[in-house]
């Protein structure tokens, strides 16, 4: 038995319902929507992070603002804007070119070119492209003048620059040299004083001066030592020769004489400008 008004009511709790429901479909259906589109949007973002990589110097590109010029850096970065222009955005410490010599800097690429903040400098990287060092001795005296001494002992040679029979060494980079010499001269008994003098030559050139003199009426060991730093160019050669001598006098052997040398800073060169 129905009552009075029961059809209407359970129609309009039906019509109720299913506009409820329609309501909720709608709703599921726009986050849905809204939730395809964020992942699309997300998975475009995560393919451009993986394919924002730092491009080759010999192709990076970036197009002016009005002229849509191309612009390419051709040539080793010296700045954070050649860096820039390469494509890195990322803040933090990267290595440039100097002036014959490796700066490290720090780009802050949030910033424009303009700022001072954009590019702070660190300090230097030591750059080598080959090892060199050297220290050789002789065993046995030396008397002649005005040729570079040979060595018969080699305690060292990383890189083979020097060459002990000729007694001659060969920058194999341009960069900055030190050469250290240490040695024992051997002055006979004389009435008169006696003198010795070394030198250390750069391409037929005298650069510095070791000296030893005596006068006794015995004989005496006179110890000697120069030491310099050369900036040399590839292909330079350094030795050593005696410029005078005395009569009796001369350079002692038996592993007291000490001649060292060895690269401190290569001069990094670059063949193209950046434009």
Known sequence: MDFPGTNSCNNQLATIHYSYQDEIREALTSKVFELEAKVQQQQMLLDALQNAKPRSHYQSVVNGDNDNKSRAVSAMPASCADLQVMGYDLNGFYSV???????????????PSSESGFQQLIGFTEIKSVSTAFYVQRSSSFTQINTPIPFQVERLNVGGAMNLTSGIFTAPVTGSYFFCLSGTAYISESTSRLVFTISLYMNDNPIAYGYADEMSTEYQYETFSLQSTLHLMKGD????QISSIGTGVYLYGGLFTHFNGWLLQEDIFQSTNIK
Not at 98 to 108: E, H, I
Not at 237 to 240: K, N, T
Request: overall charge positive; charged content about 15%; proline content about 0%.
């Open 97 to 111: 070119m100097g002036v014959g010599k490796m700066n490290s800097v720090y780009c802050d690429f949030t910033k």
């Open 237 to 240: 050669q350094v030795w050593l």
